[in-house]
């Protein structure tokens, strides 16, 4: 609690920053997924408020994700209405929840680091390649930071080579100003006035960006941002019409094999989500604070709980606003539920307002923090740990770039289960030798897989030479492979092969390898 008290004013900075990243977001997650608007700003509040009142995560911050978008598009689109798939979304909390008392967290911490800092990094480039063409005026995607490399009839690349066709002079020239303000806010003479800290680089982007574009408007209309090119709130004209904008499940579709099936599925997917965030974003925490990920879980199943009876979207951590979150200065966790309030706030006192400002003002702050994701040290850092660490590192990156976030997670951890199990196969057969004299060594668990190299290499050892067989370091060894050293000590004296024979007694499994003196059958 003292803590709290006294970070309340980096907190309320930072939360300012991820209120005006996650506003954007939550609109353009609601827009690509087929749903209301206003559900995506619902699950915002609440994935702030609630979630991070219940989490026990320092830096998180949650709301809808652009990595359900795809489920919840098809969702509400075979679910015989909205309300059918808000049921969905409660019983999906139902899920994570009971995932949470059944203390399923452990899976994030079977990810490999590699992958973690991959898929990082791919964010920030994602980021980068998703938000430039909003940056210089074309609009036409959806301004929802999608992780995948389709979306809305556009990919990645090919939304950047209709941004060139289309570019709007008026976003060139907010977004460039935007950017050189982050530049200039990052530099270390800000840095070293104390009081500057509490004022966001991205408020000032904002406010200066809204301020362009009303000045273009009252003197050059013609070259100034329309509508399109500005953030679009839902107006609510009164305190009922504001209520009206609130959807409610249906519990007359709890038999609805559809929905069962849609709130599995999101409960599956969110919580992957979650949990690779939370782990992402603890590796981002500069007092590397671990997150209790059973609470996590927990605190995610209530809020897509309340989320869906409120007619929201279903809700994960969500890396973009938590990078953000932490790169903001955040200390706390009450940025996280400050962001929420405050977006709840603006949606109902200042809409109009709101509706001001460019888009390309706040794809350069996306940007901007795409860019202190993937910075060229982390490249060179992983190149440096070996191909074991740089290949996953690298391959999860592509994977992300060219599919979703979790089909490119999935591929980066089979890449890292490969490089895993492709480590322990070689270096558990070791093999010197010096002219005539040949030594092979088992360690660890030698299983059938290393077969081929025990036979090839005891079927390369020539006649007369002296082979020491050294079993005693093992964990583990393969019938396969104890079969194939028998066969090996039942001939060697044919090629007059003297073999020398170290066990580990307490293990009953090398006593199945009988001595060469026998020259019998040794099975």
Not at 301 to 306: A, E, P, T, Y
Request: include cysteine.
């Amino acid at each position: 609690m003292k803590r709290n008290v006294q970070s309340i004013g980096y907190d309320l900075s930072a939360s300012i920053v991820v209120l005006l990243v996650a506003l954007p977001l939550c609109l353009g997650i609601a827009l690509a997924s087929k749903a209301p608007l206003f559900s995506g700003i619902i699950a915002g509040v609440i994935g702030g408020v609630v979630v991070g009142i219940l989490s026990g995560s320092p830096l998180s911050v949650s709301g809808p994700a652009a990595g359900l978008t795809v489920i919840v598009a098809g969702a509400i689109l075979n679910l015989p209405s909205f309300e059918a798939f808000l049921l969905a979304v409660i019983l999906g909390g139902v899920i994570q929840l009971a995932l949470g008392f059944a203390r399923a967290g452990v899976i994030g911490d079977y990810v490999p680091n590699s992958v973690i800092k991959g898929m990082l990094a791919a964010i920030g480039l994602i980021l980068i390649l998703k938000q430039f063409p909003h940056l210089v005026g074309y609009d036409k995607a959806s301004f929802e930071g999608d992780e995948s490399f389709n979306s809305g009839g556009e990919n990645t690349f090919s939304g950047l080579f209709h941004a060139l066709q289309y570019f709007t002079p008026a976003a060139i020239l907010i977004g460039g100003v935007s950017l050189l303000i982050l530049i200039f806010w990052e530099s270390k003479p800000i840095k070293k006035i104390s009081w500057m800290r509490f004022v966001p680089g991205p408020l000032i982007v904002v406010i200066i960006g809204t301020i362009i574009n009303e000045y273009l408007k009252a003197n050059n209309p013609s070259i100034a941002l329309q509508q399109e090119h500005l953030v679009e709130l839902p107006v609510a004209g009164n305190a009922g019409e504001f209520i009206g904008f609130l959807s409610h499940p249906d519990l007359g579709f709890l038999n609805n094999i559809v929905v069962w099936k849609t709130a599995f599925t999101l409960a599956i997917v969110a919580s992957l989500e979650t949990l690779l965030g939370i782990e992402a974003v603890d590796k981002l925490d500069p007092y590397k604070r671990i997150s209790p990920t059973n609470r996590e879980l927990k605190a995610q199943g209530v809020g897509n709980i309340v989320s869906g009876l409120l007619g929201g979207l279903p809700l994960t951590s969500v890396i973009v606003r938590s990078s953000a979150n932490v790169n903001s200065g955040a200390r706390t966790k009450l940025s996280a539920i400050f962001h929420g309030v405050l977006l709840l706030l603006c949606v109902i006192f200042i809409p109009k307002l709101l509706n001001l400002i460019p888009l390309s003002a706040l794809a350069a702050i996306l940007i901007f923090t795409g860019y202190k994701l993937v910075k060229i040290p982390l490249i060179k850092e992983f190149y440096h740990k070996g191909w074991d660490q740089f290949v996953p590192f690298i391959v999860t990156i592509v994977a992300i770039l060219l599919t979703d976030l979790l089909i490119g997670i999935v591929i980066g951890i089979l890449v890292g289960l490969f490089f895993m199990v492709r480590s322990n196969f070689r270096s558990s057969v070791f093999v010197v030798n010096d002219e005539m004299n040949y030594m092979v060594r088992l360690r660890k668990d030698v299983s059938f897989l290393n077969k081929p190299i025990v036979k090839r290499k005891l079927d390369q050892v020539p006649e007369d030479a002296f082979v020491i067989i050294d079993a005693s370091r093992a964990d583990f060894i393969d019938k396969d492979i104890i079969d194939t050293i028998n066969e090996f000590l039942a001939h060697a004296y044919l090629k007059n092969i003297r073999v020398e024979l170290k066990k580990n007694l307490n293990n009953p499994l090398h006593a199945l390898i009988h001595s060469p003196d026998s020259r019998e059958e040794l099975a």
